[in-house]
């Protein structure tokens, strides 16, 4: 069974500091991987999409993807109350498969 | 730019009580279609997706049912509601496989 693995928190950052948010997957050959913010009570929203080897930075999100080690990072810069939600990890394993199988969520706490 | 419309936003119905919820994609052709459940507290579970018109594949087998008659729409249905079909019901589109799935606002569903 393939998995995705997330750390279910909560994290407590202080504003200002970098949140640092992990996942790792079970299938080496996994091609697709994103990361969700859902706020309490709302729906998913996409804040990254990442496929190759490195990093990738939009505003103050970096996501970081090491395919060797299985794991992929989501780094949050200057963290803000707002940004306090449960993240989530998602991965489609590649060829024909139309699913993305998702982490159960990292709760991100942001202290003012 | 696609947005995707779901509804009711919120759903209360009694034991027994059938059930249907709808929708639908703007913008795109031929989406990929899902449907996912949240549980209070819990992770996201994927109930059914779509490639096509009259094309379903089912995840889990329960009393929940879903149907596609037209490109863009997408019905969850059930005939009768049982108490552990409450959740939160989330509709998801994709332009492909290993693309990112963007989600609706979700329907809230208490089951009485």
């Known amino acids: 069974q393939k998995e995705v693995e997330q750390n279910s928190g909560p994290l407590s950052v202080p504003e200002g500091a970098i949140a640092s948010l992990n996942c790792t997957y079970s299938d080496r050959v996994s091609q697709s991987f994103f990361w969700y913010r859902q706020y309490s009570g709302k729906s998913p929203e996409l804040i990254m999409s990442i496929y190759s080897n490195g990093d990738k930075e939009d505003g103050r999100f970096t996501a970081q993807l090491n395919k060797a080690s299985q794991y992929v990072s989501l780094l949050i810069r200057d963290s803000q109350p707002s940004d306090s939600a449960t993240y989530l990890c998602a991965v489609n394993w590649g060829g024909s498969n139309y699913k993305l199988t998702f982490g159960k969520g990292t709760l991100l706490t942001v202290n003012p | 730019s696609q947005t995707i419309h779901q509804w009711p936003a919120t759903l209360v119905q009694p034991v027994g009580s059938p059930l249907s919820l709808e929708c639908t994609v703007e913008g795109t052709s031929n989406p990929n279609l899902y449907w996912y459940r949240q549980a209070a507290g819990r992770g996201l579970q994927l109930l059914f997706y779509s490639v096509g018109i009259g094309q379903i594949s089912s995840e889990v087998p329960q009393n929940l049912s879903a149907s596609r008659p037209q490109d863009r729409q997408f019905i969850l249905s059930s005939k009768k509601l049982l108490l552990s079909d409450s959740g939160f019901y989330l509709c998801?589109?994709?332009?492909?496989?290993?693309?990112?799935?963007?989600f609706g606002d979700g329907t809230r569903l208490s089951i009485l």
């Open positions: 998801a589109w994709s332009l492909s496989p290993n693309q990112p799935q963007h």
